[in-house]
Nanobody
Framework: EVQLVESGGGLVHSGGSLRLSCAAS????????MLWVRQAPGKGLEWVAGIASDGRTEYGDSLKGRFTISRDNAKNTVYLQMNSLGPDDTAFYYC????????????????????WGKGTRVTVAA
């Protein structure tokens, strides 16, 4: 079955950086778009970034320039490099794979449109 395992989260001070990893298995990773979605405390799910199978990337408007999504098909892994972190970036970060025609350039708002990892917590201290 599809498995997505996030790692790399933790505590970082404002202005710092983290690189999240998502190890994928159970599907043909190289042909699949992938995305990162986050949920801040008390907030709903927010699309962060997406990457297509051909390497095209898209970012949330507020995150572009600070975050970089990438993939390594040889390792079945998608990454999220996060720089210039601030307290507003504190959230649980989920790796997700769209199911069928669900979008990768945004989050559809329907969790069932995606396969999800269990997430990794990112805490940014002021």
């Amino acid at each position: 079955e599809v498995q997505l395992v996030e790692s790399g989260g933790g505590l970082v001070h404002s202005g710092g950086s983290l690189r999240l990893s998502c190890a994928a298995s159970g599907f043909t990773f190289s042909s699949s778009a992938m995305l990162w979605v986050r949920q801040a405390p008390g907030k709903g799910l927010e699309w962060v970034a997406g990457i297509a199978s051909d390497g095209r990337t898209e970012y949330g408007d507020s995150l572009k320039g600070r975050f970089t999504i990438s993939r390594d098909n040889a390792k079945n892994t998608v990454y999220l490099q996060m720089n210039s972190l601030g307290p507003d970036d504190t959230a649980f970060y989920y790796c997700a794979r769209p199911d069928f025609t669900a979008p990768w350039r945004s989050y559809s708002g329907l969790p069932g449109d995606y396969f999800w990892g269990k997430g990794t917590r990112v805490t940014v201290a002021a």
